[in-house]
C-alpha cells in the first residue's frame, strides 16, 4: 500500500489506524511516502513505522507533487500488487481485501468513493455526490481510478509509464486514458471502498477548485489525442449560474457552492489560456 504524504500530519495516524486494522489472508507493507511537508507529517510517519514493522517511510523530496511521491513509492515497494490511497481519507473495513481479491483476476482495480462519512450534509451538496456503484467516466467514455482509490499490477503501472509527474492536478484521469489506449480494464470492486474528506471553507474550496480547473484542458487535450473529444463550451451554464448564486453567499453553504463553482470556472480559463485550447 503506497501513500503519499504532504502536510498530512492531522490525518494521518487515523488513515493508518484503518489501513493497520484491514484484515486480509496475505503479508503487506505500508509504505509512506513523505514529500516535503512542512508540518508534523514525517514525525507522525516515523513514529508509526518505529511501533510497526509492517509500516515503511520513504522520503521523497527531490520535486513536490504527488505523481512524483506515488511514482516513487511503487518504486520502492516490494510487491507486484500495489494499492494507493491518501493520508487524509480513511480507507472502509474490507477495503484491502476488496481490492486483493480483485487484483486476482483483474489488472486495475477501484472503488466506492464515499463523501458522506467525513463531511457535513452541507457540504457533501455544495460538491456533489460521488459515484458509489461504478467508475466515474471522463467524457462519458473513458473509465476513471481515482489515485487516492486503486489497486493495480506493477506490470499495468510499468507498461503506460507511471502517472504523470508533471501534472499538479488530473494526472489520474491522464494515467486512466493511457489505460484506455492500451485496452486495459478497470474493475469495480464494490467492498473497496474509501472515506473521501473535502475542504471545508470557501477559500480552500476556491483555491482547490481552481487548481482542478487548471488542469482540465490538459486532461481535454490528451484525451482528444486518443480520440475523444471534450465540447469546447460545455461549462457555459456555470458562468450564469454564477451570477444567479450571488445571493447565495450570506450563507456558509452558498458561499462554499459559489467559491468552488468560480475556482474552478477560472482555473479552466486560466489553463486554456495555458494550453492554448479553448475548453469554457
Known sequence: MVVPCHNVGSTLAEQLDALLAQDWRGAFEVVLVENRSTDDTLVVARDYAARDTRVRVVIADERGGASYARNAG???ASAEHVVLCDGDDIVRPGWLAAMADGLDEHPVVTGPVNADVLNPAWLVRTRGALPMDAPRKLLDRIPIAPSGNVAMRREVWEKVGGYDETMAVGEDQEFCIRLWEHGIPIHFAPGAEIAYRYRTDAR?????????????????RRAAAAGVRAPRFAGWRSWLLLV???????????????CWLAGVRLGQVEGSIRQHSLYL
Open 244 to 258: 444567479a448564486w450571488l445571493p447565495r453567499l450570506r450563507s456558509t453553504e452558498g458561499r462554499a457552492s459559489w
Open 204 to 220: 480552500s474550496l476556491f483555491r482547490q477548485g481552481r487548481l482542478y480547473g487548471r488542469g482540465r484542458p490538459l486532461v481535454y
Open 74 to 76: 511503487i518504486r520502492s
